[in-house]
């Protein structure tokens, strides 16, 4: 079998290393890949969102199954593209990667489909954005519609903050086309839990639930990022939740899709809000594995993952993806400067003797010419650490996190401070 891994991120070596483990003969390519995929796949330097030169390479190479890392590479068409030429792709159509691509468009869908979610608007225009803002009551969250790597959400806990987001997106533009358009939503209370079902249109089998710390800093401070760190299993999705999601998100949503004409077949990520009563309320759609997610979810993955992903590649129902009774927890290592201004170039040193439990993800990183590891990016590695229990697991991660070492380092000491404090002994 030959397989496409399309990304350069944690999610992607993750992606390789599950691939791997399930087959150890495939041929495995990754595009563009990066260090760490190196060693398990052959690293094809194609741009993440190049989807013309992909295509020509997945036919160049005889791909069977191609899995889509990214959501930008799908907004833009890559998986419509793959299947014209009929080959099997794992990741949804343009047309339904907009419940990813569009906040606009997703509100709308779950309005249509009636699925628990906070009150919103969409405003394309300034002065009447603001004059909602002033009749709503606080906290609000502005959101710009579009694609905005996983920082276009701004929680305003006063009207006054609002107005100031409201006026960056529509007046100044920041966030550019993305925030063209804003969604205004009430805040929603609650815990928040992420889902990963994997799906052909119709019916729907899930991942391990996770959960990520968006802040850069402990104690969820800081400003908003990509995501700091994962851990899984979460102890407030139980079987209970994920039968509420299943029903009351997942089926309905999927049938206003197909309604509309744009089934979506490939990983649909719901970031859910669990108020007290139980209610999976939902916050955001991704199409895709998220990052740092994937890399809890995946290490316990126990088998069936490759079976699932080439079914539903091919337009076939997914079979049941077992998960294994360990705990996984990832900690995010940021280069300086992260979230704004991240700063390259310092010579990073992954010991040689890591525990066993220990897998090291690469995310930013790169090989200079004197074969030197070096910081290439925001997020530049993730250390998960596997273990039985969640505090070994937790423990593996934190500790690994800081022995691996760069100038400017940044990373979070309590990734699953929640479930510590749910599992600590009373
Ligand atoms: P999003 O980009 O929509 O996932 O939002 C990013 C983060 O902002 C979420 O993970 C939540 O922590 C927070 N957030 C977004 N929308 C809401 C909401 N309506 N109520 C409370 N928190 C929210």
């Not at 468009?105 to 909602?132: E, I, N, Y």
């Not at 969604?183 to 990520?212: K, N, Y």
């Not at 309320?281 to 699932?308: H, I, K, M, S, Y």
């Amino acid at each position: 079998m030959r397989i496409l891994i399309v990304g350069g991120g944690g999610r992607e070596h993750a992606l390789c290393w599950a691939f791997r483990r399930e087959n150890p003969d495939a041929e495995l390519h990754c595009a563009p890949g990066n260090p760490g995929t190196a060693a398990l796949a052959r690293n094809v330097p194609i741009p993440a969102d190049d989807i013309d030169r992909l295509a020509d390479c997945a036919d160049m190479l005889g791909i069977d199954l191609t899995v889509v890392g990214p959501e930008v590479p799908l907004a833009r068409g890559l998986a419509d593209r793959l299947r014209a030429e009929g080959r099997a792709v794992l990741g949804p159509s343009a047309a339904a990667a907009q419940i990813e691509a569009s906040k606009a468009f997703a509100k709308d869908v779950m309005a249509a489909a009636g699925v628990p979610t906070a009150a919103s608007r969409t405003f394309t225009d300034l002065a009447q954005a603001l004059a909602w803002v002033d009749r709503h009551p606080e906290p609000l969250v502005v959101k710009a519609s579009g694609l905005a790597a996983g920082k276009g959400a701004v929680v305003c806990p006063t009207r006054a903050e609002a107005r100031q987001a409201v006026q960056a997106m529509l007046g100044a533009g920041a966030f550019g086309e993305a925030g063209r358009t804003v969604v205004i939503e009430a805040f929603l209370e609650g815990e928040e839990v992420s889902l990963f079902g994997l799906t052909d249109g119709t019916d729907v089998e899930f991942l391990p639930a996770a959960q990520d710390h968006k802040r850069l800093l402990d104690g969820d401070l800081g400003p908003n990022t990509g995501g700091m760190g994962a851990y899984s299993p979460v102890a407030i999705a139980t079987p209970a939740l994920f039968d509420r999601a299943r029903r009351e998100v997942y089926l309905t949503v999927l049938e206003e899709l197909r309604r509309r004409g744009m089934p979506f077949s490939g990983v649909l990520y719901a970031g859910l809000m669990v108020d007290p009563a139980g209610t999976p309320w939902v916050v955001e759609f991704n199409c895709r594995l998220g990052d740092p997610e994937a890399q809890v979810v995946l290490p316990r993955v126990g088998g069936g993952l490759t079976d699932a992903f080439w079914r539903v590649a091919r337009g076939e129902r997914p079979t049941p993806i077992r998960a294994r009774s360990v705990a996984a927890v990832t900690t995010v290592l940021a280069a300086q400067g992260y979230p704004d201004r991240p700063q390259g170039g310092a010579a990073v040193t992954i010991p040689q003797d890591l525990a066993a439990g220990v897998t090291v993800f690469h995310a930013g990183t790169t090989l200079d010419d004197a074969g030197m590891l070096r910081v290439a990016g925001g997020r530049v590695l993730n250390v998960t650490g596997t273990a039985p229990t969640f505090a070994e697991a937790q423990r593996l991660s934190r500790e690994t996190a800081e022995r691996i070492t760069f100038a400017g380092k940044v990373f979070r000491r309590d990734i699953g401070w929640r479930e510590a404090g749910r599992l600590a002994p009373v």
